[in-house]
Nanobody
């Protein structure tokens, strides 16, 4: 079965840093695009960053220059390095991927989420 397990969340002061990790199993990790989403209280879930199998990255405008997504295919792990954190970054962060089976048919998988709280 497909499983995504996030870790690394916690409480940090504004201006601080955290690194989130997501370990994937049940997929051919090296060929999958991996993504990080976040959801703040009272807001919709939003895409934070994504990285393709070829290491092409994409970031939300709000995190460009502060967050870095990377992957280690040998460890089936995707990371999100978060620097210069502000209270606006407080959210539950989710790891996600799409698994394609045939043609353009796919299923989206989500981790359980890890809470990041940034205090002012």
């Amino acid at each position: 079965q497909v499983q995504l397990v996030e870790s690394g969340g916690g409480l940090v002061r504004a201006g601080g840093s955290l690194r989130l990790s997501c370990v994937a199993s049940g997929i051919i990790f090296r060929i999958n695009t991996m993504s990080w989403y976040r959801q703040s209280l009272g807001k919709e879930r939003e895409l934070v960053a994504a990285i393709t199998s070829g290491d092409v990255t994409n970031y939300a405008d709000s995190v460009k220059g502060r967050f870095t997504i990377s992957r280690d295919n040998a460890k089936n792990t995707v990371y999100l390095q978060m620097n210069s954190l502000s209270p606006e970054d407080t959210a539950v962060y989710y790891c996600s991927t799409r698994v394609y089976t045939s043609g353009d048919w796919y299923r989206t998988y989500w981790g359980q989420g890890t809470l990041v709280t940034v205090s002012s």
